[in-house]
């Protein structure tokens, strides 16, 4: 048990090792940075290999190692704790084997690129994210991990952040990753309180105790299934969010490959798994994940039908799958959900990086062999077909559909708030948060029905200032103050639930504070070289200029938006757990807030830093192109 | 701009014109970029696209500086330069500027300040609308083979089948009533613009704003207009009825954004957008003029020098028994492989001709439902050369198999295919090997077939003829011997070697083979050229044109795959007994001297080790033509910048880099010009296009080139995107063209000025770019051993400044970018 605890470990630790040493090599030592990711990739999968053929061999049963224990107290712990059962051994070799295969690959794909180095480091860091999540045995870890994906993927996607649509669609499959963050969220705050202590998945095996316990809180438990299948949509790009996917293709197509082709793209259907055990005694939320399944492959069947480029195809296709996959995991058959999992994987991995052969190869084959006649039949001629035709080349609206139901919907609600502007808002808000304090300070004197709706009136004040900085077009350091107050209104509302300790408060404010003066600081350099180029209306691209300060708001931003290295990360999971099993409303306006402000931050960072320069004394690319 | 109302049909050519002319990707051929500003000089062409179209047409005043402290950029050079058109007195005013002055280019470009006004002014963002409809709509039309559920109505004219579908539908893509009305109506592109612009005089502003906001689709359309035989599955597009409909999806948005009522755009800005304005001389613009210039000679001065060195007057001595002659094409890429054949075989004289070997044809592979062109772009062919024999065998790849993404036989194939994918891919990337989905060049014919040269009286349905006549043999291997220098001087073995390249994952494969054979290899060329002077009879005929073929004289064609460095014989079993010992020999020369090549062009090649043996760096270069996860193949042309025009002794002694073209040329059979002015009409613009191909899509890779290739994405197989929603991209991709040093051309012809003023009058569309500056010329009088240096105002003397050419004759090929020129030999 102990040495396998060493190999645990060393599966997080090496990625870790070769992401901190490739920041270290000099960006134009290409062969060094391709080795050290080469080897140390090589190194972690003989390990892997080994391990699980001793688990195979030995005694396949899941084992949990609980590692550290990052915060330890009565009423409240953090712990990393890894698990590995069947699923994540299959997880981790399809990705060792991948991510091995991609690195090699990369090394001659990407010589004489400028972002080489920056590739490489992604790449690594992405490796890591994903052992840790795959690894990971409680909620807690595993949101740590889903948020490294999640930057990892921004920054793979905007690879090349000199151009618009790269840094659009990052942002905006930032944007929905974060929607389904709400979930894992609300799940870990919803099985806090049901098991009374953050739970393991180890915890979830025995079956017998899970459904006996569940049966006693049906709703609470949907709820939290609800929440689990959330996040695996938006990770999985299931209906209605299947739209990211495709358009997640902007970095280098190996990089396309490792995440939307195959890794990134499954661990919506990972959590699911995880959690299998958890959601599989719901009869209800078992036969809505089946549908939902269902309804995936079907649309992403008829969509894919009709794309014309080769890399919205693959994505497509792979929808479908992974539609099926989920309504294979519906009816129970785990086996053949992770045999599924790894030919999808595989096929979809050499797909994508043989897709430009595709024109040499069809039109070969077209130049020998007839187009076979498409007989018209009731599917391709007629009315209704041609209606299924255009709603599939429209990607059945999908994308329309969330930018009007979630997107547009915070903006209606931030314009609201124009009237704020940085002359005013001192005004208006410091008195406000004053009167909060001084109501927090007094709450013996306050009758019980109102402080009952005083932590949900401060949690909604929390959840407006992020939307108004979400739709702020004007003033960058407004919409940056406003996400950083977001979470003192937070703090407040969740202090009338019980005052958290110092050093809980120093946890959860450190690195918001020390985030956001940061940022402020950053914001306040860039805005004193370019007044003129200093606002969210559009794209400006100073990273050209000002790469040092980039990165600086970058880290700002990290910290702000609790980022697993934030002690924030750790503050916000706390203050989750603060909050009572009947405050469902404060739940729900908390995970949004944190969702949305993070969203905010960096599209701050985006739209300043990132996109077609604004100056014109070099040459830029086309926004189309 | 036009005083006159808005005229459609003055306006749509107008804009065709200026768009990117780019054939779908299997047809690529390069071409000069700016092709629409090639009626102007040079550097005012530059200056005016720049102003108008923001378009980066120099390197930049950095890079400039760094050349020159590298001595890429000859200080002496750049001062004649500065001289030359700025005046003794003002020089040390301009080295001042040139070296230290402090400026701020602008590329921002007249284009789309007009449509501008509706994001700006308006705030309605019509980019972000309506572009991803119309791309997925016309690319889905267009599309060749990527989807599987085809365009409904794709038999139809591109507006019918919109129409058509609109109707069908239950829902469809416009919302506006009106809107679905104008759709239905015959399209009038000045209704729709009074509607959304409102000023008659600033429609055609507003159309080239509309169609440059996407230039890639649009000039697609606006190709295929002309040329729409280069679509496998046939498709009707016209640019009008492409704008008509961009026009009625802008429509339909503003209507949807602004509610009825709504004013024209002329109606909601104040001031009128700024007009073209005539762009004055900038400063920024003259020194980049003279940076450039002196660029240029910098590297030309020291061939001209090199040349002017030559001691080589030997010539009667080579008289005698000598091995072989060896024809190849006048690429670049050949340079040094003919550089080191005739190292290996000194005795051999190898000459170079354009890659069609004068034929004129369509080659037909047997079993094949369409006509591949091979000769150059401008020539239209009237002979089809048929193959027979073919034993044929298509490997197949489930990969690429649209079952894969179906919902049944993907489940079905993931399950199955999954683990041979991961299987391929380890092999793939770690023992890279021959696959179906990369482009071979000996693919394009086989070897073991025939071709059917001789005509039989059979004709195709559009009056093209099946072979050549002996009589149109002989005309066509006459024009081929003369134009290279050979009379009657033939040895035993005449190699004819064709070219092509050989690659997988690359979408710009077509820009690899023979630019001379409209992209495709040599090697049916080649092959039905050395058959022809094979042919008795025509031997018969082309001795009574004056060229005498000895009996003993056998002519072999070959392919040289310029990627993997090998050359395949064709129908060697023919060969004559008494020749095949000797045939034997040369082709271990051969393979020695393409060995050879591989070791100098690995030099630019990461993945090598420079320390192997030759064979291994061999083994390796070939292993690049098979590997999926590699960008470069071969370099291509980059650094192309030289085209000599003379007899091979002229140049023989000089180490040019891989960066001339050679077109084999006697001066003293051609004193009236006539085959000099048959090979400038083919070599200037062939070679001409390609050197600024690279040199546009160098200058500025992010508007006239394709930008990084790593994230294309395959549209319709007719062109690369960028993610899903982006626009088709133009020119080349940056990994052709990072090590390419922007020279225009200099062409050197071995020959009297007044005979190349001669052969100049008879092609004045060739002479338009040596006038206007698009290549250089200059002549070098084989007797009095002077340059003349070629302008629109006739030709001055000229002497190029004293370099010193060094002499080495043991080159070390480890640095990657270009060399010097040296002199290899006496």
Redesign the interface.
């Given at each position: 048990m102990m040495s396998s605890n060493y190999f645990i470990i060393g599966f997080v630790l090496i990625p870790l090792l070769g992401f901190l040493i490739s920041l270290l090599i000099p960006a134009n030592r290409e062969k060094s940075l391709a080795s050290l990711a080469f080897y140390l990739l090589a190194l972690n999968g003989l390990a892997l290999v080994a391990f699980s053929f001793w688990w195979l061999v030995s005694n396949p049963v899941p084992m949990n190692f609980r590692e550290w224990s990052l915060y330890d107290s009565k009423e409240y712990t953090f712990v990393i704790d890894f698990y590995f059962d069947a699923v994540s051994c299959v997880y981790l070799l399809v990705g060792a084997l991948i991510s091995l295969l991609v690195v090699r690959f990369s090394r001659y794909y990407l010589h004489r690129e400028p972002g080489y180095k920056r590739y490489f480091n992604t790449i690594l860091f992405f490796y890591l994210a994903y052992n840790f999540t795959v690894l990971s045995g409680n909620f807690e870890t595993l949101f740590a991990g889903w948020e490294m994906l999640g930057i990892s993927s921004f920054l793979l996607i905007a690879f090349y952040r000199d151009r618009y649509l790269p840094v659009r669609n990052s942002l905006k499959v930032f944007s929905i990753y974060r929607i389904g963050d709400v979930g894992i969220l609300l799940a870990m705050w919803g099985m806090h309180h049901l098991w009374h202590q953050n739970i393991f998945f180890s915890e979830l095996v025995d079956s017998n105790a899970v459904s006996a316990h569940i049966s006693k809180h049906v709703v609470f438990s949907s709820f939290i299934g609800l929440s689990i299948l959330l996040a695996a949509s938006a990770k999985s790009a299931l209906v209605p969010f299947s739209s990211w996917l495709p358009r997640a293709m902007e970095g280098p197509t190996p990089s396309s490959a490792i995440f939307y082709g195959s890794l990134s793209v499954h661990f919506g259907l990972f959590l699911l798994m995880r959690t299998e055990h958890f959601w599989q005694h719901l009869d209800g939320l078992r036969w809505t994940i089946g549908v939902l399944g269902f309804f995936t492959a079907a649309i992403g069947f008829l969509v894919a039908r009709v794309q014309v480029t080769v890399k919205s195809q693959i994505a497509y296709a792979s929808i479908t799958q992974i539609g099926i996959m989920v309504l294979e995991l519906a009816l129970g058959l785990e086996k053949l959900v992770l045999f599924h999992f790894a030919g999808n994987a595989f096929l979809r991995t050499y797909q994508l990086l043989v897709s430009p052969s595709i024109i040499s190869y069809v039109i070969r084959d077209q130049t020998y062999h007839a187009e076979k006649e498409v007989r018209s039949n009731f599917f391709n001629s007629g009315r209704l077909a041609c209606s299924y035709y255009l709603l599939a080349l429209k990607e059945w609206n999908l994308e329309a559909f969330l930018n009007r139901v979630v997107f547009r919907n915070i903006k209606l609600i931030g314009r609201r708030l124009d009237f704020f502007t940085p002359m005013n808002v001192a005004f208006i808000v410091f008195p406000l948060y004053a009167l909060g304090v001084w109501l927090l300070v007094n709450r013996e004197q306050l009758p019980a029905e109102v402080l009952r709706y005083l932590p949900g009136l401060f949690a909604f004040f929390a959840m407006i200032m992020v939307f108004k900085s979400f739709s702020e077009r004007r003033y960058p350091r407004l919409a940056w103050v406003m996400v950083v107050m977001a979470h003192f209104w937070v703090y407040l509302s969740i202090s009338f639930n019980e005052m958290l300790t110092l050093q809980q408060s120093v946890l959860y404010l450190g690195g918001i504070i020390s985030g956001g003066v940061l940022g402020l600081i950053a914001l306040n350099l860039l805005r004193k070289r370019e007044r003129e180029f200093f606002d969210l209306n559009a794209y400006y691209g100073h990273y050209y200029e000002y790469p040092r300060l980039a990165a600086l708001l970058f880290i700002a931003v990290l910290s702000v938006m609790g980022f697993p290295v934030s002690s924030t990360f750790l503050g916000e999971d706390l203050v989750f757990s603060h909050i009572h099993e009947d405050q469902y409303v404060l739940a729900i306006f908390n995970s949004i807030m944190y969702i949305v402000g993070g969203i905010s931050l960096i599209r701050i960072f985006a739209r300043l830093f990132w996109g077609p320069h604004i100056k014109t004394y070099h040459s830029r690319t086309l926004k189309s192109a | 701009m036009p005083k006159e109302r808005f005229n459609e049909q003055e306006c749509l050519p107008r804009l065709c014109k200026f768009l990117p002319e780019q054939s779908p990707?299997?047809d690529f051929i390069h071409h000069n970029t700016l092709h629409a500003y090639q009626h102007l000089p040079f550097h005012r062409a530059m200056k005016e696209a720049s102003g108008r179209f923001?378009?980066?047409t120099y390197l930049?005043l950095p890079e400039y500086r760094a050349m020159l402290a590298k001595g890429k950029i000859r200080y002496p050079v750049l001062e004649r330069v500065v001289r030359e058109r700025k005046g003794p007195e003002s020089e040390p005013l301009w080295m001042d500027k040139l070296l230290h002055g402090e400026f701020?280019?602008?590329?921002?470009g007249t284009i789309g300040q007009l449509r501008n006004a509706w994001k700006d002014q308006v705030k309605v963002n019509l980019?972000k609308q309506v572009?991803p409809?119309l791309f997925?709509?016309v690319?889905?039309y267009l599309?060749?083979?990527?989807?599987?559920?085809?365009?409904?109505g794709r038999d139809m004219p591109f507006l019918d089948a919109v129409r058509?579908?609109e109707k069908?539908?239950?829902?469809?893509?416009f919302r506006s009533p009106r809107v679905k009305k104008f759709l239905q109506e015959p399209p009038d592109l000045s209704k729709i613009l009074t509607l959304l612009v409102g000023e008659d005089s600033w429609f055609e502003t507003y159309l080239f704003d509309m169609a440059f906001?996407?230039?890639?689709w649009s000039g697609m359309i606006a190709t295929l207009e002309k040329k729409p035989g280069h679509l496998?599955?046939p498709r009707q597009v016209s640019l009008r009825d492409f704008l008509y409909f961009e026009l009625l999806l802008e429509l339909d948005q503003l209507d949807r954004k602004l509610g009825e009522g709504w004013l024209p755009l002329a109606r909601q800005i104040q001031d009128i957008p700024p007009k073209h304005k005539h762009q004055q001389t900038s400063e920024y613009f003259e020194l980049c003029t003279l940076f450039q210039i002196a660029l240029e000679w910098s590297y030309f001065d020291a061939v001209l020098e090199g040349i002017r060195t030559n001691r080589n007057e030997k010539e009667e001595e080579k008289e005698g028994n000598k091995p072989f002659q060896a024809l190849f094409c006048i690429d670049d890429r050949e340079c040094s492989l003919r550089r080191y054949i005739e190292l290996r075989e000194p005795g051999c004289r190898t000459y170079g001709t354009a890659g069609h070997f004068n034929l004129d044809m369509y080659f037909q592979?047997e079993?094949?439902?369409?006509l591949s062109k091979v000769c150059p772009v401008p020539v239209n062919p009237g002979h089809i050369v048929e193959e027979t024999g073919r034993i044929?065998k298509?490997d197949r790849?489930l990969?690429?198999h649209p079952h894969?993404?179906?919902?049944f036989g993907?489940?079905v194939?993931?399950?199955?295919?999954?683990?041979w994918?991961?299987i391929?891919?380890?092999l793939s990337?770690?023992r890279p090997g021959p696959t179906?989905?990369?482009?071979s060049s000996v693919?394009h014919m086989a070897p073991e077939g025939k071709l059917a040269l001789s005509y039989n009286g059979k004709q195709s349905r559009e009056g093209l003829r099946y072979g050549y006549t002996h009589e149109e043999m002989a005309e066509r291997m006459h024009g081929l011997l003369l134009g290279v220098g050979i009379r009657n001087d033939l040895d035993p073995l005449v190699y004819l070697i064709g070219h092509g390249a050989s690659s997988?994952?690359?979408?710009h494969?077509a820009g690899y083979d023979c630019g001379a054979c409209s992209g495709r290899p040599g090697s049916v060329n080649s092959r039905a050229a050395a058959l022809m002077l094979n042919m008795p009879e025509v031997r018969h005929l082309l001795a009574k044109r004056g060229i005498f073929i000895p009996e003993t004289t056998w002519f072999i064609a070959g392919l040289h795959d310029t990627t993997r460095d090998e050359i395949l014989f064709y129908d060697e079993s023919e060969i004559p007994g008494p020749l095949l010992s000797a045939h034997e020999q040369i082709k271990r020369s051969f393979t020695d001297a393409l060995s050879d090549n591989a070791r100098e062009r690995a030099r630019r090649f990461?993945?090598i080790d420079l320390s192997w043996s030759r064979q291994k760096i061999h083994k390796a270069v070939i292993k690049r033509s098979m590997?999926?996860?590699?960008?470069?193949p071969e370099w291509n042309h980059a650094n192309n910048a030289l085209c000599l025009i003379g007899k091979r002794e002229r140049f023989e002694h000089l180490f040019l880099d891989r960066r001339a073209f050679m077109h084999s040329y006697d001066a003293g059979m051609d004193t009236d010009g006539k085959l000099l002015a048959n090979i400038l009409e083919t070599v200037i613009p062939v070679c001409g296009g390609i050197n600024l191909e690279y040199y546009f899509s160098r200058v500025?890779?992010?508007?006239l080139g394709a930008?990084?290739?790593?994230?294309?994405?395959?549209?319709?197989?007719i062109g690369v995107?960028?993610?899903?929603?982006?626009?088709l991209?133009t020119g080349l991709p940056m990994?052709m063209v990072?090590i390419h040093d922007p020279l225009r051309m200099l062409f050197v012809v071995e020959q009297k000025p007044d005979v190349v003023v001669r052969a100049m009058e008879q092609k004045p569309a060739a002479r338009e770019w040596v006038w206007k500056g698009w290549v250089h010329l200059v002549a070098f009088d084989p007797e009095s051993k002077v340059f003349f240096r070629f302008e629109e105002t006739g030709y001055v003397s000229y002497s190029p400044s004293e370099t010193g050419i060094e002499k080495n004759t043991d080159i070390r090929f480890e640095q990657d970018d270009s060399l010097p020129v040296y002199q290899i030999r006496e």
């Amino acid at each position: 048990m102990m040495s396998s605890n060493y190999f645990i470990i060393g599966f997080v630790l090496i990625p870790l090792l070769g992401f901190l040493i490739s920041l270290l090599i000099p960006a134009n030592r290409e062969k060094s940075l391709a080795s050290l990711a080469f080897y140390l990739l090589a190194l972690n999968g003989l390990a892997l290999v080994a391990f699980s053929f001793w688990w195979l061999v030995s005694n396949p049963v899941p084992m949990n190692f609980r590692e550290w224990s990052l915060y330890d107290s009565k009423e409240y712990t953090f712990v990393i704790d890894f698990y590995f059962d069947a699923v994540s051994c299959v997880y981790l070799l399809v990705g060792a084997l991948i991510s091995l295969l991609v690195v090699r690959f990369s090394r001659y794909y990407l010589h004489r690129e400028p972002g080489y180095k920056r590739y490489f480091n992604t790449i690594l860091f992405f490796y890591l994210a994903y052992n840790f999540t795959v690894l990971s045995g409680n909620f807690e870890t595993l949101f740590a991990g889903w948020e490294m994906l999640g930057i990892s993927s921004f920054l793979l996607i905007a690879f090349y952040r000199d151009r618009y649509l790269p840094v659009r669609n990052s942002l905006k499959v930032f944007s929905i990753y974060r929607i389904g963050d709400v979930g894992i969220l609300l799940a870990m705050w919803g099985m806090h309180h049901l098991w009374h202590q953050n739970i393991f998945f180890s915890e979830l095996v025995d079956s017998n105790a899970v459904s006996a316990h569940i049966s006693k809180h049906v709703v609470f438990s949907s709820f939290i299934g609800l929440s689990i299948l959330l996040a695996a949509s938006a990770k999985s790009a299931l209906v209605p969010f299947s739209s990211w996917l495709p358009r997640a293709m902007e970095g280098p197509t190996p990089s396309s490959a490792i995440f939307y082709g195959s890794l990134s793209v499954h661990f919506g259907l990972f959590l699911l798994m995880r959690t299998e055990h958890f959601w599989q005694h719901l009869d209800g939320l078992r036969w809505t994940i089946g549908v939902l399944g269902f309804f995936t492959a079907a649309i992403g069947f008829l969509v894919a039908r009709v794309q014309v480029t080769v890399k919205s195809q693959i994505a497509y296709a792979s929808i479908t799958q992974i539609g099926i996959m989920v309504l294979e995991l519906a009816l129970g058959l785990e086996k053949l959900v992770l045999f599924h999992f790894a030919g999808n994987a595989f096929l979809r991995t050499y797909q994508l990086l043989v897709s430009p052969s595709i024109i040499s190869y069809v039109i070969r084959d077209q130049t020998y062999h007839a187009e076979k006649e498409v007989r018209s039949n009731f599917f391709n001629s007629g009315r209704l077909a041609c209606s299924y035709y255009l709603l599939a080349l429209k990607e059945w609206n999908l994308e329309a559909f969330l930018n009007r139901v979630v997107f547009r919907n915070i903006k209606l609600i931030g314009r609201r708030l124009d009237f704020f502007t940085p002359m005013n808002v001192a005004f208006i808000v410091f008195p406000l948060y004053a009167l909060g304090v001084w109501l927090l300070v007094n709450r013996e004197q306050l009758p019980a029905e109102v402080l009952r709706y005083l932590p949900g009136l401060f949690a909604f004040f929390a959840m407006i200032m992020v939307f108004k900085s979400f739709s702020e077009r004007r003033y960058p350091r407004l919409a940056w103050v406003m996400v950083v107050m977001a979470h003192f209104w937070v703090y407040l509302s969740i202090s009338f639930n019980e005052m958290l300790t110092l050093q809980q408060s120093v946890l959860y404010l450190g690195g918001i504070i020390s985030g956001g003066v940061l940022g402020l600081i950053a914001l306040n350099l860039l805005r004193k070289r370019e007044r003129e180029f200093f606002d969210l209306n559009a794209y400006y691209g100073h990273y050209y200029e000002y790469p040092r300060l980039a990165a600086l708001l970058f880290i700002a931003v990290l910290s702000v938006m609790g980022f697993p290295v934030s002690s924030t990360f750790l503050g916000e999971d706390l203050v989750f757990s603060h909050i009572h099993e009947d405050q469902y409303v404060l739940a729900i306006f908390n995970s949004i807030m944190y969702i949305v402000g993070g969203i905010s931050l960096i599209r701050i960072f985006a739209r300043l830093f990132w996109g077609p320069h604004i100056k014109t004394y070099h040459s830029r690319t086309l926004k189309s192109a | 701009m036009p005083k006159e109302r808005f005229n459609e049909q003055e306006c749509l050519p107008r804009l065709c014109k200026f768009l990117p002319e780019q054939s779908p990707l299997k047809d690529f051929i390069h071409h000069n970029t700016l092709h629409a500003y090639q009626h102007l000089p040079f550097h005012r062409a530059m200056k005016e696209a720049s102003g108008r179209f923001g378009y980066q047409t120099y390197l930049g005043l950095p890079e400039y500086r760094a050349m020159l402290a590298k001595g890429k950029i000859r200080y002496p050079v750049l001062e004649r330069v500065v001289r030359e058109r700025k005046g003794p007195e003002s020089e040390p005013l301009w080295m001042d500027k040139l070296l230290h002055g402090e400026f701020t280019p602008d590329y921002s470009g007249t284009i789309g300040q007009l449509r501008n006004a509706w994001k700006d002014q308006v705030k309605v963002n019509l980019d972000k609308q309506v572009h991803p409809v119309l791309f997925r709509v016309v690319g889905a039309y267009l599309d060749q083979g990527v989807s599987i559920w085809k365009f409904p109505g794709r038999d139809m004219p591109f507006l019918d089948a919109v129409r058509t579908l609109e109707k069908q539908a239950h829902w469809g893509l416009f919302r506006s009533p009106r809107v679905k009305k104008f759709l239905q109506e015959p399209p009038d592109l000045s209704k729709i613009l009074t509607l959304l612009v409102g000023e008659d005089s600033w429609f055609e502003t507003y159309l080239f704003d509309m169609a440059f906001a996407h230039p890639g689709w649009s000039g697609m359309i606006a190709t295929l207009e002309k040329k729409p035989g280069h679509l496998m599955s046939p498709r009707q597009v016209s640019l009008r009825d492409f704008l008509y409909f961009e026009l009625l999806l802008e429509l339909d948005q503003l209507d949807r954004k602004l509610g009825e009522g709504w004013l024209p755009l002329a109606r909601q800005i104040q001031d009128i957008p700024p007009k073209h304005k005539h762009q004055q001389t900038s400063e920024y613009f003259e020194l980049c003029t003279l940076f450039q210039i002196a660029l240029e000679w910098s590297y030309f001065d020291a061939v001209l020098e090199g040349i002017r060195t030559n001691r080589n007057e030997k010539e009667e001595e080579k008289e005698g028994n000598k091995p072989f002659q060896a024809l190849f094409c006048i690429d670049d890429r050949e340079c040094s492989l003919r550089r080191y054949i005739e190292l290996r075989e000194p005795g051999c004289r190898t000459y170079g001709t354009a890659g069609h070997f004068n034929l004129d044809m369509y080659f037909q592979p047997e079993g094949a439902r369409f006509l591949s062109k091979v000769c150059p772009v401008p020539v239209n062919p009237g002979h089809i050369v048929e193959e027979t024999g073919r034993i044929r065998k298509h490997d197949r790849d489930l990969h690429f198999h649209p079952h894969s993404h179906g919902a049944f036989g993907g489940w079905v194939l993931s399950q199955l295919l999954g683990v041979w994918s991961a299987i391929r891919l380890s092999l793939s990337i770690f023992r890279p090997g021959p696959t179906p989905a990369m482009v071979s060049s000996v693919r394009h014919m086989a070897p073991e077939g025939k071709l059917a040269l001789s005509y039989n009286g059979k004709q195709s349905r559009e009056g093209l003829r099946y072979g050549y006549t002996h009589e149109e043999m002989a005309e066509r291997m006459h024009g081929l011997l003369l134009g290279v220098g050979i009379r009657n001087d033939l040895d035993p073995l005449v190699y004819l070697i064709g070219h092509g390249a050989s690659s997988v994952n690359n979408t710009h494969y077509a820009g690899y083979d023979c630019g001379a054979c409209s992209g495709r290899p040599g090697s049916v060329n080649s092959r039905a050229a050395a058959l022809m002077l094979n042919m008795p009879e025509v031997r018969h005929l082309l001795a009574k044109r004056g060229i005498f073929i000895p009996e003993t004289t056998w002519f072999i064609a070959g392919l040289h795959d310029t990627t993997r460095d090998e050359i395949l014989f064709y129908d060697e079993s023919e060969i004559p007994g008494p020749l095949l010992s000797a045939h034997e020999q040369i082709k271990r020369s051969f393979t020695d001297a393409l060995s050879d090549n591989a070791r100098e062009r690995a030099r630019r090649f990461s993945s090598i080790d420079l320390s192997w043996s030759r064979q291994k760096i061999h083994k390796a270069v070939i292993k690049r033509s098979m590997s999926l996860f590699e960008p470069r193949p071969e370099w291509n042309h980059a650094n192309n910048a030289l085209c000599l025009i003379g007899k091979r002794e002229r140049f023989e002694h000089l180490f040019l880099d891989r960066r001339a073209f050679m077109h084999s040329y006697d001066a003293g059979m051609d004193t009236d010009g006539k085959l000099l002015a048959n090979i400038l009409e083919t070599v200037i613009p062939v070679c001409g296009g390609i050197n600024l191909e690279y040199y546009f899509s160098r200058v500025d890779n992010n508007r006239l080139g394709a930008g990084s290739k790593l994230s294309h994405n395959v549209a319709g197989l007719i062109g690369v995107v960028n993610g899903i929603d982006g626009d088709l991209r133009t020119g080349l991709p940056m990994q052709m063209v990072n090590i390419h040093d922007p020279l225009r051309m200099l062409f050197v012809v071995e020959q009297k000025p007044d005979v190349v003023v001669r052969a100049m009058e008879q092609k004045p569309a060739a002479r338009e770019w040596v006038w206007k500056g698009w290549v250089h010329l200059v002549a070098f009088d084989p007797e009095s051993k002077v340059f003349f240096r070629f302008e629109e105002t006739g030709y001055v003397s000229y002497s190029p400044s004293e370099t010193g050419i060094e002499k080495n004759t043991d080159i070390r090929f480890e640095q990657d970018d270009s060399l010097p020129v040296y002199q290899i030999r006496e």
